[in-house]
């Protein structure tokens, strides 16, 4: 789980009890007072954090998340600290000091104070954050994804070392199609594990393993970075989908590069008739679907398909186009059967 | 030489994981039982001789993440030769906490396991108890050691 999924786990555990829950309350709130530092959450009860008569059993509880990230050069004021981290045990012992001196010059029984920790799978979200990349710029992407095609067509190597490049591609390559293209509403993909991004490719039509085969092989890639015993043959066999991943990242982000590095495919012939079938009534159909910022976004990836038309880039725009309807699929299924056998014969299949 | 100063509460902090007392006669034992001492005494000290020259209670609390874990009473005997400044049999340090580990009367030994669970009283922290959850968390394991006047036998300790 991510640090902000555990932390509305920690949340929900006090809501569930009857408490009220506000998450880092500005300095002043609560009449708490000015030098307290920033809280990270505050539960009380019956929507009185301060009763002049407090019931049995405490009012409000402080929650202090000991190994929670926080804005640490804002924290410290120190600008040599990165900008969000966990602050280091001096730090963080200074902060629980000035939160308990304050605690106590309040003078409050009815107030606890609570301090509770991520577990680690905090640490591994954290772990799939880029610090030496940024996988918005397009050249070091074009690099990246290079450099891995070359080293894989490398047949000198050993077929130990050939799938370790495989694996250690791999992960990479879903990260980077995790934070640059997540393919859902709320990014989740950015912090997800691999066998998460691998499904949404499978469902996207990217890579032809399903789930249900890639598990074993997602066993082993963990097993190889916790020293225990992978299955080599299924790290290897990772090659092909591995392949149509860069072939993917190469042709959705670098369409112009694409055109050079992609082998070129004979392209049939423009039918103008076969066109009018195929995109008119695509439209007219969407102009039925009913909420509005679906059909607006479908009806602008339907002229990037015509435009893209018999070109390489029609494939990922004809992807991303089902990915926008996919509520409604049902309607457009016999259409979409249609595009899919357009987009084969562009890419030669 | 310089008498002890009169105190109710002697408080520190030990990074690293205890050692338990099936260890006895290993270097693992002894070295954790130096690290212990030197964690005990401040530098520079602030006394000589013994801080508690009389009855004494110790708390002890052993916070842990993903340390192989210790029982709670195998983990006493180090701690408290440290107290005592015992280096090896009868030897023993000029400087120590207390005077003989005979004096100790009350014991309380606690492990804490550190993880999403875990829900600490922040009220009835002690700060050099913090010092040890924060680097337990980072370094895998550390202990609180506490050593206070001898218990009111007036009270149940029961209560």
Redesign the interface.
């Given at each position: 789980m991510t640090e902000a999924d555990q932390l509305k786990a920690i949340a929900a555990e006090f809501r569930v009890a009857g408490w009220t829950m506000s998450f880092d309350p500005v300095p002043g709130s609560f009449n708490f007072p000015e030098d307290m530092p920033r809280l990270d959450m505050v539960a009380y009860r019956n929507g009185d954090p301060m009763p002049e008569y407090p019931p049995p059993g405490p009012s409000m509880i402080i929650v202090e998340v000991a190994n929670r990230r926080r804005r640490i050069r804002k924290e410290t004021g120190r600008a040599d600290h990165p900008y969000w981290a966990e602050l280091d045990e001096e730090e963080a012992q200074y902060r629980f000091e000035r939160i308990s001196d304050s605690l106590q010059a309040l003078q409050r029984d009815d107030i606890d104070f609570q301090v509770r920790f991520l577990d680690v799978s905090a640490d591994q979200a954290e772990a799939r954050s880029f610090t030496d990349f940024s996988p918005w710029n397009t050249e070091q992407l074009l690099k990246e994804m290079k450099d891995a095609r070359a080293r894989l067509a490398d047949r000198q190597r050993t077929a130990d070392d050939r799938a370790l490049e495989v694996v250690v591609t791999w992960a990479r390559a879903l990260r980077i199609l995790g934070h640059r293209f997540p393919g859902r509403r709320h990014k989740e993909l950015q912090k997800a594990d691999l066998r998460t991004i691998q499904k949404d490719l499978y469902d996207a039509g990217v890579i032809d393993t399903p789930p249900s085969d890639y598990f074993r092989t997602h066993q082993s890639i963990l097993a190889l970075f916790e020293g225990g015993s992978p299955e080599w043959p299924l790290l290897q066999s990772l090659e092909a989908d591995l392949n149509k991943i860069i072939d993917h990242i190469i042709s959705r982000f670098l369409q112009d590069e694409a055109e050079t590095i992609t082998e070129t495919v004979a392209t049939p012939p423009r039918d103008e008739d076969a066109d009018r079938d195929l995109f008119e009534p695509l439209a007219l159909r969407l102009g039925q679907i009913e909420v509005q910022p679906i059909r607006r976004l479908a009806t602008d990836q339907l002229a990037l398909l015509r435009q893209t038309d018999l070109t390489p880039a029609f494939r990922q725009a004809l992807i991303d186009f089902e990915q926008t309807i996919s509520s409604e699929r049902d309607q457009f299924e016999d259409l979409l059967r249609l595009l899919r056998e357009r987009s084969k014969q562009i890419r030669g299949v | 030489m310089r008498p002890a100063p009169t105190v109710r509460r002697h408080e520190f902090m030990v990074k690293g994981s205890p050692v338990s007392v099936n260890r006895y006669g290993h270097s693992q034992y002894r070295n954790w039982r130096s690290t212990v001492y030197s964690a005990s005494i401040p530098t520079p000290p602030t006394w000589s001789g013994s801080l508690f020259a009389g009855e004494c209670s110790v708390r002890i609390r052993y916070f842990r993440v993903r340390d192989r874990i210790k029982d709670v009473d195998n983990i006493l005997k180090a701690i408290l030769d440290a107290l005592d400044g015992k280096i090896s049999g009868s030897i023993r340090h000029a400087d120590s906490v207390i005077t003989d580990d005979r004096r100790v009367e009350l014991v309380m030994s606690q492990r804490t396991n550190?993880?999403?669970g875990?829900?600490?009283?922040?009220?009835r922290?002690r700060?050099q108890e913090?010092?040890a959850?924060?680097?337990a968390?980072?370094g895998q394991a550390a202990v609180y050691v506490g050593v206070h006047n001898a218990p009111d036998h007036g009270v149940s300790i029961s209560r």
């Open positions: - | 550190l993880g999403l875990a829900r600490i009283d922040g009220r922290l700060r913090y010092a959850l924060l680097h968390r980072r």
